[in-house]
């Protein structure tokens, strides 16, 4: 979980609008379909609340086929319309942020196809841009999976590399920015020389080749306060929201996030520290890319 000084905010990439998810209080858009189109009907609630979308990869990890963060396509209702975007009932695809880009893909409805250009929070509401109107009231959508697969190994990167710097050198992440071909986090207090570089890139890449499983599940939010210290900013995250969803990568990372993440660290690859800038008062960002193992 990060906060990103030049404006991103990660609270695990997710809205931070307390919502229902099975049995439980999630930061993550979840409702029921019959629940959800009651509150439509009657009312009272804000947009957010009424255009409720549930977040399919938000599920726990319990070794379902396919796992959540790895299911491609789904079907879904629209239940709302704008000029250039459609609100769905539930969805696969991730809307930006937290660091996190967006999905892209396609929506079928009948024998048209529309094609998801971004994905974005607005109020929390779930807006899927597209270049045409989806026809009629049920879509199959499509997740750009090389896109998707790219931002999970570096999302889990990110983690893993932030979770080891913290430990060996107390320093937190107060911002981050993935993309497809290269990252950047940012670490305060920390003025690192070449050899912590090559330290951070031997640590990350030592956990990496222990093939440890990533795990994803929800957990109290004080017992989350309890473990991590101050290896992520809770306060960020309202207090009325009592469970987090949280990554852990074995005994290497422990943190709250709502992004899609890989289930085995060995998916990663290699991590390669590019270069190191100075952003100011004692922080420091770290540039890195992934290679092939």
């Not at 990869?57 to 709302?80: H, N, S, T």
């Not at 889990?156 to 107060?174: P, W």
Request: with cysteine.
């Amino acid at each position: 979980m990060t906060t990103s000084m030049e404006g991103e905010r990660d609270f695990g990439s997710a809205a931070t609008t307390k919502r229902r998810t099975g049995s439980a209080d999630l930061w993550i858009v979840v409702l029921s379909a019959p629940r959800r189109m009651k509150r439509i009907l009657y009312g009272g609630l804000s947009l957010g609340e009424r255009m409720a979308t549930r977040v399919l990869y938000m599920e726990e990890r319990r070794g379902q086929e396919p796992d959540p963060c790895y299911a491609r396509e789904f079907d879904a209702l629209v239940i709302d319309r704008g000029p250039d975007f459609v609100v769905l009932d539930q969805t696969l695809f991730y809307a930006e942020g937290g660091g996190q880009p967006y999905d892209t893909g396609v929506l079928r409805g009948g024998e048209a196809e529309s094609k998801v250009l971004r994905v974005m929070k607005d109020k929390g509401v779930i807006k899927h841009h597209v270049d045409r109107m989806p026809m009629g009231t049920a879509v199959h959508g499509i997740v750009d999976w090389d896109r998707r697969y790219k931002h999970m190994r570096m999302h889990t990167s990110q983690h893993l590399m932030s979770g080891l710097v913290f430990r060996i050198y107390g320093a937190r992440t107060v911002g981050n920015q993935i993309h497809t071909d290269y990252s950047r986090v940012d670490f305060q207090p920390a003025n690192f020389t070449p050899e912590d570089l090559k330290r951070i890139e031997d640590e990350t890449n030592s956990v990496i080749g222990s093939k440890q499983e990533v795990r994803i599940f929800e957990e109290d939010r004080v017992v989350v306060h309890n473990k991590i210290e101050d290896r992520a900013l809770l306060d960020l995250i309202p207090e009325s929201v009592r469970r987090l969803r949280v990554i852990q990568i074995g005994s290497a990372d422990y943190c709250p996030c709502g992004g899609t993440h890989l289930k085995n660290v060995s998916e990663i690859g290699r991590v390669r520290v590019t270069e190191k800038r100075s952003k100011g008062r004692e922080t420091d960002r770290i540039v890195y890319e992934l290679v092939p193992p």
